[in-house]
């Protein structure tokens, strides 16, 4: 059973930064696209940015570029997702996820088979 737990989510100002942090079990955690997705109140769940298995290609949404990085740490089964220069547009659910199979890195929500419980940020202007 492949488990995911996100942490760090909180409140912060605009302008600030906060750092999420996911941990899998339940597989080897190596070769499997690892993604992040935020999802608002009344929106659909959202792209954000994705790593592959070895940490070497990243992909995010335009919406992030410049602000967000995404890595991980396979010594530690964890991918983390580093949010710089926040805003309040920023504010939402914040998931982790993963594939079950390793030769797709996929960009949409559909394209995921596991998923965490979510961790709330919260940016105030």
């Known amino acids: 059973q492949v488990q995911l737990v996100e942490s760090g989510g909180g409140l912060v100002q605009a302008g600030g930064s906060l750092r999420l942090s996911c941990a899998t079990s339940?597989?080897?955690?190596?070769?499997?696209?690892m993604g992040w997705f935020h999802q608002a109140p009344g929106k659909e769940r959202e792209f954000v940015a994705a790593?592959?298995?070895?940490?070497?290609?990243?992909y995010y949404a335009d919406s992030v570029k410049g602000r967000f990085t995404i890595s991980r740490d396979n010594a530690k089964n964890t991918v983390y997702l580093q949010m710089n220069s926040l805003k309040p547009e920023d504010t939402a659910v914040y998931y982790c996820?993963?594939?079950?199979?390793?030769?797709?890195?996929?960009?949409?929500?559909?394209?995921?088979?596991?998923w965490g419980q979510g961790t709330q940020v919260t940016v105030s202007s």
């Open positions: 339940g597989r080897t955690f190596s070769p499997y696209v």
């Open positions: 790593v592959t298995g070895s940490g070497a290609y990243t």
């Open positions: 996820a993963t594939v079950r199979h390793t030769m797709v890195v996929p960009r949409v929500a559909s394209g995921y088979d596991y």
